[in-house]
């Protein structure tokens, strides 16, 4: 297994550089949004407008997260399920989103454009809402305050640990690591 | 007649929503430390050693376990011989979930109508489940359930001739479709027999059995061992990145049923199982 450190933004040869089971440490800007903050970009996406947030070579977060203690910028910030977001995603990455980062398995329709695009799936783990939260260092609403831990909020990053688990080859670790440790009878 | 306030009740969840959200049970962190020796993928060992540091600064910092705090069940035992005072019972359990969620800084998951959702802003209502037992005491539950792993449940309505056979064919593919949405390693509770509810609601509950403790029932206890080790064969691993730990526990309860039927249900958990449990 390797370990890397990219910096945001990066390109698409360095996208490519990327394969499923490789542990990323990231730094840069991410930005959060879950399913009412991608349904109402859609509808933004439909009536022509722009996006609250430079689309092109952006990262995702699927995550909503709990409220700051006084003193610190976010609460407890771990992934959500990414695949509610799935109708959504294809068009993202069309628009030129470089990354996401989510837990569980993606549709073959955002697998497919993954690689069409030359991005990436990352994965954080699931129910690590504290320690992912140490690698944030700020965290700011920038759109739809009204949804409250569904807004879409500007997280400032240093070394926030994901796995590759879709990559621009067409890799998919979620299916290729558990066949290899499935017990077969 | 023993008298008890219903202030008090509410205390008691109120200091469970927090307490459980920050600090998982000893049988859970006895399990976590399990897993962490035995898992067998370098990534799924990753995965857990990261997982075990996450419990260690939920504890020191009191920052939640997981951000997504639930929605609030809980479970209340009332003795016979109780009698409640000071104002309406579901109206003090969620006066504590109230309480306890904004108290706590935790998440507010909870929408007031599963159509129209809108955000409640304070978690409640909770879902409550009573019980009236024997005796003059209250036992109170509070278990706060992630959705991620709850959206993976599922429930089976076999036909007896499917059997034991059809019993653990439910339970495999319920774990098995779950994968990495569930956050594994998991914790599975399941319910066999009642009825359609009755065995939603035994799934539920064997979830805030301790892990350490095993079913009574003979036949029981060899299905959930032989059920963890066929999920644990399953590959799915911590994090659903591949690996020989997908569950923690296999809990199981079982009621009689109809002669026509053979109800299944598998709650699905992730390894934030988060149960407390308080008796006034
Ligand atoms: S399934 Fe559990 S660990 Fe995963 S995000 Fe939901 S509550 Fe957290």
Same mark, same amino acid.
């Given at each position: 297994?390797?370990?890397?450190? =990219?910096?945001?933004?990066?390109?698409?040869?360095?996208?490519?550089?990327?394969?499923?089971? !490789?542990?990323?440490?990231?730094?840069?800007?991410?930005?959060?949004?879950?399913?009412?903050?991608?349904?109402?970009?859609q509808e933004a996406l439909d009536r022509g407008e722009e996006l609250p947030f430079p689309v092109k070579g952006s990262v995702?977060?699927? %995550?909503?997260?709990?409220?700051?203690?006084?003193?610190?910028?976010?609460?407890?910030?771990?992934?959500?399920?990414?695949?509610?977001?799935?109708?959504?995603?294809?068009?993202?990455?069309?628009?030129? %989103?470089?990354? %996401?980062?989510?837990?569980?398995?993606?549709?073959?329709?955002?697998?497919?454009?993954?690689? *069409?695009?030359?991005?990436?799936?990352?994965?954080?783990?699931?129910?690590?809402?504290?320690?992912?939260?140490?690698?944030?260092?700020?965290?700011?609403?920038?759109?739809?305050?009204?949804?409250?831990?569904?807004?879409?909020?500007?997280?400032?990053?240093?070394?926030?640990?994901?796995?590759?688990?879709?990559?621009?080859?067409?890799? !998919?670790?979620?299916?290729?690591?558990?066949?290899?440790? *499935?017990?077969?009878? | 007649?023993?008298?008890?306030?219903?202030?008090?009740?509410?205390?008691?969840? *109120?200091?469970?929503?927090?307490?459980?959200?920050?600090? =998982?049970?000893?049988?859970?962190?006895?399990?976590?430390?399990?897993?962490?020796?035995?898992?067998?993928?370098?990534?799924?060992?990753?995965?857990?050693?990261?997982?075990?540091?996450?419990?260690?600064?939920?504890?020191?910092?009191?920052?939640?376990?997981?951000?997504?705090?639930?929605?609030?069940?809980?479970?209340?035992?009332?003795g016979q011989e109780v009698h409640l005072t000071g104002g309406n019972l579901a109206a003090a359990v969620d006066e504590g979930?109230?309480?306890?969620?904004?108290?706590?800084?935790?998440?507010?998951?909870?929408?007031?109508?599963?159509?129209?959702?809108?955000?409640?802003? !304070?978690?409640?209502?909770?879902? =409550?489940?009573?019980?009236?037992?024997?005796?003059?005491?209250?036992?109170?539950?509070?278990?706060?359930?992630?959705?991620?792993?709850?959206? %993976?449940?599922?429930?089976?309505?076999?036909?007896?001739?499917?059997?034991?056979?059809?019993?653990?064919?439910?339970?495999?593919?319920?774990?098995?479709?779950?994968?990495?949405?569930?956050?594994?390693?998991?914790?599975?509770?399941?319910?066999?027999?009642?009825?359609?509810?009755?065995?939603?609601?035994?799934?539920?509950?064997?979830?805030? *059995?301790?892990?350490?403790?095993?079913?009574?029932?003979?036949?029981?206890?060899? =299905?959930?061992?032989?059920?963890?080790?066929?999920?644990?064969?399953?590959?799915?691993?911590?994090?659903?990145?591949?690996?020989?730990?997908?569950?923690?526990?296999?809990?199981?309860?079982?009621?009689?049923?109809?002669?026509?039927?053979?109800?299944?249900?598998?709650?699905?958990?992730?390894?934030?199982?988060?149960?407390?449990?308080?008796?006034?």
């Amino acid at each position: 297994m390797e370990k890397k450190h =990219l910096s945001i933004p990066f390109d698409t040869a360095e996208a490519r550089e990327l394969h499923i089971g !490789d542990y990323v440490y990231l730094t840069g800007i991410i930005y959060s949004a879950r399913d009412a903050a991608h349904q109402r970009m859609q509808e933004a996406l439909d009536r022509g407008e722009e996006l609250p947030f430079p689309v092109k070579g952006s990262v995702i977060y699927y %995550m909503g997260p709990t409220p700051a203690r006084p003193g610190r910028p976010i609460g407890s910030a771990g992934p959500t399920t990414a695949s509610r977001m799935d109708k959504y995603t294809p068009q993202l990455l069309d628009l030129g %989103m470089a990354a %996401m980062v989510g837990k569980g398995r993606r549709s073959p329709a955002v697998l497919e454009a993954v690689v *069409r695009n030359n991005a990436v799936y990352f994965a954080a783990v699931g129910g690590a809402g504290a320690v992912l939260s140490h690698a944030i260092r700020s965290a700011e609403v920038i759109a739809y305050p009204d949804l409250g831990p569904e807004a879409i909020h500007r997280l400032e990053v240093v070394d926030f640990p994901v796995i590759v688990v879709a990559d621009a080859h067409g890799g !998919d670790l979620y299916t290729s690591a558990v066949e290899q440790y *499935r017990k077969k009878d | 007649m023993r008298e008890v306030d219903v202030s008090q009740i509410t205390a008691a969840i *109120r200091d469970m929503c927090i307490e459980s959200t920050h600090t =998982l049970s000893p049988d859970m962190e006895a399990a976590f430390t399990k897993t962490v020796e035995e898992e067998g993928s370098p990534l799924g060992k990753l995965v857990m050693d990261q997982l075990q540091e996450n419990l260690r600064l939920a504890r020191a910092e009191q920052i939640p376990i997981c951000q997504d705090t639930g929605m609030a069940v809980i479970f209340l035992r009332l003795g016979q011989e109780v009698h409640l005072t000071g104002g309406n019972l579901a109206a003090a359990v969620d006066e504590g979930v109230r309480q306890g969620y904004n108290q706590g800084y935790l998440r507010k998951s909870v929408v007031g109508d599963p159509i129209e959702r809108v955000n409640t802003g !304070d978690n409640t209502p909770a879902v =409550l489940h009573c019980e009236i037992v024997p005796g003059d005491q209250v036992e109170i539950t509070v278990a706060p359930k992630g959705f991620g792993s709850e959206n %993976m449940s599922r429930i089976y309505m076999l036909k007896p001739a499917d059997g034991l056979e059809g019993v653990k064919n439910a339970i495999l593919s319920a774990v098995a479709e779950a994968g990495p949405n569930a956050c594994p390693p998991m914790v599975v509770g399941v319910g066999i027999g009642g009825t359609f509810e009755k065995c939603a609601l035994m799934a539920k509950h064997a979830l805030t *059995r301790d892990l350490r403790e095993k079913s009574p029932i003979p036949y029981v206890r060899e =299905l959930e061992q032989e059920m963890l080790e066929k999920i644990n064969g399953l590959g799915i691993g911590p994090g659903g990145l591949g690996g020989t730990t997908t569950a923690m526990a296999v809990n199981i309860e079982t009621y009689p049923t109809h002669i026509a039927g053979l109800p299944v249900a598998v709650n699905i958990c992730c390894h934030v199982n988060r149960h407390a449990r308080r008796v006034l």
